[in-house]
């Protein structure tokens, strides 16, 4: 597979780098900015299929050689787009059957971005042109160092409702099935009448008078995932032929819930993340943290890259705060130490016309008299007397199962409760970890869990009966699983798993549900231990597990709320409500202390510890200076200082112990 090559002991700091959008007179200012920022990796023509082919089959690549060349003289390496993430207004005026339709039937416009559907065969063979154009003008620049496919598939078209998509739906569902017994079989159809006599009759889960089939919205979802990931394959085969030893990647935009990241980053070589934390929030050090876990186990580990982070303030949202001087670099530093082999952003120069021109840059609009300019040439400055972490593996003993195919399972019409959203109930396992210094590695229900000592499982809903197994099988063999309710509930075609709930776990877990209740946001309800009971309740029947805590009210009172259950070698726990986030934390903290997992550092709350195999990030998110005991002596390697005792870290301070 290939590699960064080129990056073998640097740790990469760059950005996206939009030269069309400037006259080429300020390109010279650029190169001698990023020289002095430390910028050795730019991502440049994301936006650029426009400019590069002006009209049909004609292509204007003078622009671009200029610039390649212009990085390959100051020594920065191009991570270079496809171009493929907006096609041009031409392409959409000659080719109006391309444009993304939504869910009512209404065809998208041009003049903002992303406008095709993913499934179109027009735009998928003009782009796949486009790429063969790049490939082979630029396969031998020694710029080149990196392939950046597409730009954050899914971001904002993650499913169109057009005409040809709907085509592409039926071609993939009898690819899938391949009679319709078996589709009708799978997706319920006796109920409700709908039953279909011919492929032609099924349509897209697009408005409809009430809910629709969710074994239907299933495969929507799995389809849609599915055509973006055709969309990056296509891309990905054709640089494989004319660039094998270049690598590719992609950028996602955070966790997404419309595209299936296990499944995608197995074709690419390179895991690349953007992350936009908002200063403003209370968990925004959480959320950074859990994205940059994401992004490091999808790819088992393997180093991938923060492919965008904003200088300052982003536009997008409704009030767009400012990142507190040393907040940035703080974050920075918070994805390295999770496994990040590089830190980029959006974008290099704030753009001046445009609607993102209230997004910040490295180099603001008022040049590089700024603090964002000062903070951005600061960190590049510091990073390059850094050596390169990526061969020291971050150590997790503790693992939470993320799957895509449950999270759109579990976020259906139609429950039990309608506000079960799977990144809040992640969080409720994530959230306490990242305050204990619990690191975290994502896997999936199918993987070798053997390597966890724990595992936390939040709300699989949905569950393929081999994929129950293995999690029983990691139980069995001595494992410990804590898993929250709601779980088990369907194999993967929505269909119950009949014989008491969670049936694919009851043996592991040695208990009955026998019927739940959904609690309103205002409700508590009391548990015998002095905890409570929020969002929902399972009403549980003992199969050989032990009640940890039991229901203090109601008809359902004395009954388990929480259980734990030793099964063969290994333990498996379940929480049959939800509780407040800081119960949990108690209750998790339990458990730990029971496995002897422990942080590498005991610090106050609010500083973060993440360790790695040789050296300990320890980082302060409070804005004012707090003092950390270090039992032994360390060498910190941003100082350069033997470090020991009482040591103090200041305002969004950071400290590398080695
Ligand atoms: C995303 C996109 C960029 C830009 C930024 C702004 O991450 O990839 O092109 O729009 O958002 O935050």
Redesign the pocket.
Known sequence: MADLRAFENTLIYGC?YNPEQWPESVWQEDMALMKRAGVNLVSIA?FGWARLEPEEGVYEFAWLDRIMDMLHQHGIKANLATATASSPAWFALKYPESLPVDKNGVRLGVGSRQQYSPASPIYREKASQLVRQLALRYKNHPALAMWHIN??YGCHIFESFSEETVCAFRNWLHHKYATLDALNEAWGTAFWSQTYYEWAEIQAPAAMPTFYNPSQYLDWRRFSSDMLQECMQMEVDLLREITPEVPVTT?Y?GINKHLDQWKMSEIEDVVSI?I?PDPASPSAAIECAAQGDVARSLKQNQPWILM?Q?PNQ?Q?RTLNHTKRPGQMRLWSYQLLARGARGIMY?QWRQSKAGA?KY?SGMVPHDGTDSRTWREIETLGNELKRLPDFCHDPVKAEVAIVLDWNSWWGLEQGSHPHADLNLMELVAQFYAPLHQQNITVQFVRPSDDLSPYRLVCIPNLYLVKEEDARNIETYVQNGGRVVMSYFSGIVNEHDHVYLGGYPAPFRKMLGLKVEEWLALSKEEKRPLENGWSAEQWIDVIRLEGAQAVTTHAADYYAGLPAITTHAFGAGRADYLGVKLPVEQMGLYLKTVLDELQIQPALQVPAGIEVVSRETTVFVLNHHPQTMTIDLPEHKKDLLSGKDVAGQVELPAYGVLILQ
């Open positions: 996206d994301i730009n954050e950028n935009i953007d936009y965008e904003a982003v997008w959006f993102e997004h």
